[in-house]
């Protein structure tokens, strides 16, 4: 049996998907689009920039997944604190200003920090999206927290597509990682400017007892031009308020992700999500090293129709999350086809076979990631949501720490194809674990009578 949504989410539902909506749709899935183009950018500027040596780039491999390890657990759990939207929109500002550092960086030391920072962004931007996003929409949409993971797929297409303009057309003294960069920083103050529309999560300011969720349900349902919508908000919440407004009820901590329920479910999403990240990373890593035998060219144009069949494969996980397969079964059907294509990678000897299956790797890859996406902030409470996501993320950065380590060791004994076959192993690990979530996609929707449109 499902929960009851809260008096909140079923003024929401009675509302459905507004204008709003699309612009929150737009803003979320970009917030990850963010991250992940920066993730990239910062890829493609450690392969260009000839300034720094081998032990210069680990570092700065290693200093951005630091910053991201740290943005993802703080930011998302000040959202908790401060407003889902309020910290949503204050990770641009750290975000634009070090990526501004980045560009005019004038030696190994500014060019840390500014890495470092950049990576609180990201991790910031990779963990508090889906609590603003599912706060704000009726439960019956939630499923288009999948598509919202379209950012994985744009984010990076962004990023090579600039990269690959510059590498053909870019005859300027200035260099080319810092035109890349240059880019991608204005491309994020745009981001920023897009965001500030977003109003504040009215489930979160119901949990906190701020009556400004009443105007801002209104707001959202006169966007979708329903102007002249009426919601008794005092007449629920006095109907309502032994159950979602108890003053007595104990304040909510961050230990209590550690604690029994919320024990086990956090121990299971932080080893799936290590797991996956961990070979998402490699894969990352491993891809471009396979496809160096071409042009640079080439390498961008393949790693571009790479995120396209992801993109198709968000398109179907779509589907299944709402369907038999659920939320849990369709993080597994696709880590676990992510994982088998992995494994036979080690059999694609040539060129364009081995194009085809990394296509297909990334086709499951974002099935599972978009499905996950959505599983883990609906398996914490609103009071708990934003702690719980970002711990579960905060973990997963690690992985991005320790797989270069893994991938230099395989490699050197065996070679890319074998170290693409061990993530395929990790990505079935991970498919494996998944199976023990609790499934979060029965919702019981009944709307109260004490909504009315005039």
């Keep these: 049996m ?15 998907w507004s204008k709003y909506h699309n612009k929150l749709f737009f803003n979320c899935s970009f917030g990850w689009g963010c ?54 929109k204050k990770i641009t500002i750290v975000t634009c200003v070090s990526s501004i550092i980045l560009v005019v960086s004038w030696n190994f030391l500014t060019t840390l920090l500014a890495v470092i920072f950049l990576g609180l962004g990201i991790g910031g931007d990779l963990s508090t999206p889906p609590s603003v996003m599912i706060e704000s929409i009726p439960p019956s949409y939630r499923k288009r927290v999948v598509l919202m993971n379209m950012g994985y797929c744009i984010g990076p297409m962004i ?47 119901f949990k906190h007892r701020d009556t400004e969720f009443i105007s801002v349900i209104v707001k959202i349902a006169q966007s979708n031009n329903r102007l002249s919508y009426e919601y008794k908000a005092p007449l629920l919440v006095a109907q309502h308020s032994r159950h979602s407004m108890d003053e007595s009820e104990p304040k909510a901590s961050i230990k209590d992700i550690f604690k029994s329920p919320n024990l086990s479910t956090t121990l299971i999403l932080s080893a799936s999500q290590f797991l996956f990240y961990f070979g998402f990373v490699g894969c990352l890593l491993s891809f471009p090293q396979i496809l160096a035998s071409k042009s640079m060219e080439t390498t961008y144009i393949v790693l571009i129709s790479q995120q396209l069949s992801g993109l198709l494969g968000l398109i179907l996980a779509s589907k299944m999350v709402d369907s038999c397969f659920g939320r849990k079964w369709t993080i597994s059907v696709g880590f676990f086809f992510c994982g088998m294509m992995a494994f036979l990678f080690i059999f694609a000897e040539n060129f364009y076979v081995s194009i085809v299956f990394s296509m297909l790797i990334y086709f499951g ?26 711990f579960v993320m905060a973990v997963s950065r690690t992985g991005g720490i320790l797989v270069p380590i893994w991938a230099g060791l395989i490699t050197r004994i065996f070679g890319y194809q074998y170290t693409t076959a061990s993530f395929g192993v990790i990505f079935i690990l991970a498919g494996l674990i998944s199976i023990f979530l609790k499934e979060t996609r029965k919702i019981k929707f009944k709307l109260p009578n004490t909504i009315l449109i005039s």
């Design 2 to 16: 499902g929960r009851h949504p809260s008096v909140v989410e079923r003024a929401l539902e009675d509302i459905g």
């Design 35 to 88: 991250a992940l183009m920066w993730l990239s950018t910062v890829s493609n500027i450690l392969t260009e920039n000839k300034d720094f040596d081998v032990f210069d780039k680990a570092i700065l491999g290693a200093a951005i997944n630091f910053g991201a390890f740290i943005g993802c657990f703080v930011f998302s759990s000040l959202s908790d604190h401060y407003g889902r939207s309020f910290i949503f």
């Design 159 to 205: 990023s090579q597509l600039i990269a690959l303009a510059i590498t053909l057309w870019w005859s300027f003294p200035i260099e080319k990682w810092r035109a890349l960069a240059g880019a991608i920083a204005i491309i994020t103050v745009i981001i920023a400017v897009f965001r500030d529309d977003v109003m504040e999560s009215p489930i979160y300011l």
């Design 365 to 390: 890859l974002l099935m599972g990631i978009a499905s996950k996406n959505l599983i883990t902030p609906e398996s914490y409470k609103e009071d708990l949501r934003g702690a719980g996501v970002g």
